[in-house]
T-cell receptor, first 114, second 110 residues
Framework: DSGVTQTPKHLITATGQRVTLRCSPR?????VYWYQQSLDQGLQFLIQYYNGEERAKGNILERFSAQQFPDLHSELNLSSLELGDSALYFC?????????????FGPGTRLTVL | GQNIDQPTEMTATEGAIVQINCTYQ??????LFWYQQHAGEAPTFLSYNVLDGLEEKGRFSSFLSRSKGYSYLLLKELQMKDSASYLC???????????FGKGTRLSVIA
């Protein structure tokens, strides 16, 4: 158990809908990262927040957005969902920021778009 | 940016030793991470190398050669539960904090 929690574990929804994924980092960690992993694809970095501020942005679609709250939990919002958005979405956290910080991953949310 | 290359799949026998290679190209180097990921589960941190040489941690060891842009993960006394994907990752000087390779899927057979 990494100490990172994610809810829900599974989510099934329809095209065009909007969903929110939630992540609580390990106690004391200030950075939260979001990744997407599709079948047979590697981990694709979406976005990072550090202490409430956006820190780095990867290949995140405009239909997706995220935020980090004062208590440091984070939410990833996915809207106008398409079939291709079906994937595992992982959240990771680390104590500080920067590439040298070890990231610890949550159990993931499996999103299925029908 | 970063370019990371790993073999897609490997098979090894229970009790044996296997070496999983990773080559990378990076504009600035800060270290290299190895993660293990069982199918459908979260990646779990295995090791971090920042200096050249071998770092041993129980049955798992990781080696780094910065001049060659090369690392390997060595798994000894293989067990069935070691069947998983092994991901190599390097920090990025660009927008992505950590860039992951596509992973090597290891199958341990009896």
């Amino acid at each position: 158990d990494s100490g990172v929690t994610q809810t829900p574990k599974h989510l099934i929804t329809a095209t065009g809908q909007r969903v929110t994924l939630r992540c609580s980092p390990r106690s004391g960690d200030l950075s939260v990262y979001w990744y997407q992993q599709s079948l047979d694809q590697g981990l694709q970095f979406l976005i990072q927040y550090y202490n409430g501020e956006e820190r780095a942005k990867g290949n995140i679609l405009e239909r997706f957005s995220a935020q980090q709250f004062p208590d440091l939990h984070s939410e990833l919002n996915l809207s106008s969902l398409e079939l291709g958005d079906s994937a595992l979405y992982f959240c990771a956290s680390s104590p500080q920021t920067g590439g040298l910080d070890t990231q610890y991953f949550g159990p993931g949310t499996r999103l299925t778009v029908l | 940016g970063q370019n990371i290359d790993q073999p897609t799949e490997m098979t090894a026998t229970e009790g044996a030793i296997v070496q999983i290679n990773c080559t990378y190209q990076t504009s600035g180097f800060n270290g290299l991470f190895w993660y293990q990921q069982h199918a459908g589960e979260a990646p779990t941190f295995l090791s971090y190398n920042v200096l050249d040489g071998l770092e041993e941690k129980g049955r798992f060891s990781s080696f780094l050669s910065r001049s060659k842009g090369y690392s390997y993960l060595l798994l000894k006394e293989l067990q069935m539960k070691d069947s998983a994907s092994y991901l190599c990752a390097v920090p990025n000087s660009g927008n992505t904090p950590l860039v992951f390779g596509k992973g090597t899927r290891l199958s341990v057979i009896a």
